[in-house]
């Protein structure tokens, strides 16, 4: 069983940064494709990022430029860099892992069967 867990999410005015950490149990971390979605209020869920066990990484339009995902197979760890926030970036974030490496629609959370509990971002202007 997969387990995921999330972390770095918190409250920064617009143009802000944050980090956000997944950390994720060790069992066949390096060969799973990975995401990160998120959900505001009264919206579906949306993908915001993924990579692939290669480091290829795939981000919806919404954040290219201004979010960065990252791997580090070493430590079991995923990341998002996330700059220049803004205010529509207010969501719930989610960690999510596939079965194996990328394929189909990578932004798509039917991709993935494993999630994490999420952590809140809030963007004031």
């Known amino acids: 069983q997969v387990q995921l867990v999330e972390s770095g999410g918190g409250s920064v005015q617009a143009g802000g940064s944050l980090r956000l950490s997944c950390a994720v149990s060790?069992?066949?971390?390096?060969?799973?494709?990975m995401g990160w979605f998120r959900q505001a209020a009264g919206k579906e869920r949306e993908g915001v990022a993924a990579?692939?066990?290669?480091?290829?990484?795939r981000y919806a339009d919404s954040v290219k430029g201004r979010f960065t995902i990252s791997r580090d197979n070493a430590k079991n760890t995923l990341a998002l860099e996330m700059g220049s926030l803004k205010p529509e970036d207010t969501a719930m974030y989610y960690c999510?892992?596939?079965?194996?490496?990328?394929?189909?629609?990578?932004?798509?959370?039917?991709?993935?069967?494993?999630w994490g509990q999420g952590t809140r971002v809030a963007v004031s202007s």
């Open positions: 060790p069992f066949t971390y390096s060969s799973r494709c």
């Open positions: 999510a892992a596939d079965l194996l490496r990328c394929s189909g629609a990578w932004l798509s959370e039917r991709e993935y069967p494993f």
């Open positions: 990579i692939d066990t290669d480091g290829s990484t």
